[in-house]
């Protein structure tokens, strides 16, 4: 009989020319951009709406209801494509936004199409919603320690004591802002 001694180990440690998978995964999780663009999307999102909210609707409502009011009447469709918004996304959003009464859903060119175009009252809401707009945009890209989480995800102004940039994106300010 004979026996064979195998290593504990049947999957050895795999190397690549980018480093570990654990350093690769680290600097896939410190420094991918669509991760990057994803956070600071939610986080400005979330900003956005806390500030909507008193008002009644979201940013993306708002963005629609800017584009379809500077726009004239427009097409469901033409306004997705605008946006970069998927048609079902755009569908429910602009059903709730009829039956708040800030839109009208009116004939398009022909038989098989519609045109959006705001009504009085979602004139209305843009006029109201104009300040909290502008301080927001203001706000977003101020440096001070209230907007240190959303400039960190920007990578701007993020500097420790020594100056040096803090690489680690793995802080808990940044979970902790945004769960709360």
């Known amino acids: 009989m004979i026996i064979i001694d ?4 049947l999957n050895p440690p795999v190397m690549s020319p980018y480093g570990t998978p654990k350093e690769i995964a680290r600097q896939m999780t410190n420094d991918c951009i669509a991760r990057r663009l994803r956070q600071i999307n939610r986080m400005v999102t979330r900003l ?7 008002l009644g609707f979201t940013i993306n409502q708002l963005n629609i209801l800017a584009t379809v009011v500077s726009r004239g009447p427009i097409p469901p469709g033409q306004l997705g494509q605008m946006l970069g918004m998927e048609k079902s996304t755009i569908s429910r959003t602009i059903e709730r936004m009829y039956n708040h009464g800030w839109i009208d859903i009116g004939p398009g060119k022909d038989k098989r199409s519609q045109s959006l175009k705001a009504t009085p009252q979602g004139r209305q809401l843009l006029l109201t919603a104009a300040p909290v707009w502008h301080e927001l945009q203001t706000k977003v890209l101020d440096a001070t320690a209230e907007n240190a989480g959303l400039l960190a995800a920007f990578g701007i102004g993020v500097h420790g004591d020594d100056g040096a940039k803090d690489d680690d994106f793995y802080s808990d300010e940044f979970a902790t ?3 709360a």
Do not use: G, N, S, V
Not at 48 to 54: E, I
């Open 6 to 9: 195998l290593p504990l180990t």
């Open 177 to 179: 802002d945004f769960y």
């Open 48 to 54: 956005y709406d806390d500030a909507l909210r008193p």
